[in-house]
């Protein structure tokens, strides 16, 4: 992401597509690592206002 933004910030133009899962807003004991992976990925795609 950090260096797709640095393209797109002079062009002005551009998406950033990240794929997570449902699994990063609900959880199932025992998958903590995956649960945090997808959760870190979930927040970090979050449209900053």
């Not at 797709?4 to 950033?16: I, Q």
């Not at 959760?39 to 970090?44: D, E, I």
């Amino acid at each position: 992401m950090r260096e797709a933004v640095r393209v797109m910030r002079p062009l002005k133009s551009g998406s950033v597509i990240n794929i997570s899962s449902i699994w990063g807003s609900a959880a199932v004991a025992g998958a903590h690592s995956y649960h945090a992976a997808k959760g870190a990925v979930r927040n970090m795609s979050k449209k900053q206002r």
